[in-house]
């Protein structure tokens, strides 16, 4: 997988991860860069192509695919996060998170895996997707699903020779990070990582030493992770 002449789509380009993606795209000399958010005005790299694009609004996701037939690479990068849990919190934010998370970006890579024969896919995951965090139980169900998405698509667009990656990261120095006090990794090394992956034709990124960590807790027993939290440990 090559970036440099590839035509790319990011989703959720106006900000964070996604304009980082933007600006490292260019770098890397891709052909073209759909730069995609709900307000394209709001996109302020210079040699992107701004395009409108709500991946909860089908008919936006459906006139974003008619608008750019010549993207090889679709990168699934818009996201939302409510910051709330699942026993106390309005629905409404919850189903929010799941209608970005796992519906748009389903939405969105429906409409765009008939062009991708022999493209890409990548998916901006989450550490959260393998744990469960107090205050964030919408972000991590929401996440998970996303995650179990990516692997099932990947089984059914290799017949066509599409690569589907999962980027996982932790906290990374960005707007919706803002309230985070613990480490964050640049929005640049997190972005590097992930286009190396891709280049490498690899189906999972873990880009950062928490995601690594938590990935290796996985096949322990949950109590072992959970130790200050889980009932009874």
Do not use: C
């Not at 990168?75 to 519906?103: K, P, Q, V, Y």
Request: charged content about 15%; overall charge negative; aromatic content about 6%.
């Amino acid at each position: 997988m090559k970036i440099s002449g590839a035509n790319v789509l990011v989703t959720g380009a106006n900000r964070g991860l996604g304009r980082q993606f933007a600006l490292s795209l260019l770098e890397r000399g891709a052909a073209k860069v759909y730069a995609a958010a709900r307000r394209p005005s709001t996109i302020d790299i210079p040699g992107v192509t701004p395009l409108q694009l709500d991946i909860t609004d089908q008919a936006s996701v459906e006139a974003a695919a008619a608008a750019a037939p010549d993207v090889t690479i679709l990168i699934n990068n818009a996201g939302i996060s409510t910051m709330t849990n699942l026993l106390d919190a309005d629905l409404a934010g919850i189903r929010s998170e799941l209608d970005t998370h796992f519906w748009g970006t389903l939405a969105v890579t429906r409409a765009f895996a008939p062009q991708l024969a022999d493209g890409a896919i990548l998916n901006v995951l989450s550490a959260l997707s393998w744990f469960a965090y107090e205050g964030a139980g919408a972000y991590h169900v929401a996440k998970a699903a996303e995650w179990a998405l990516t692997n099932s698509v990947r089984l059914e667009l290799a017949k066509q020779g599409t690569l589907v990656t999962g980027l996982h990261l932790g906290a990374a120095d960005t707007d919706m990070m803002s309230w985070y006090e613990g480490d964050k990794t640049a929005p640049a090394d997190i972005i590097n990582a992930a286009l190396d992956g891709l280049e490498a034709n690899k189906i999972e990124v873990v880009a950062d030493q928490w995601s690594a960590h938590v990935k290796s807790t996985l096949s322990n027993n949950p109590t072992t992770f959970y130790a200050d939290t889980v009932v009874g440990s």
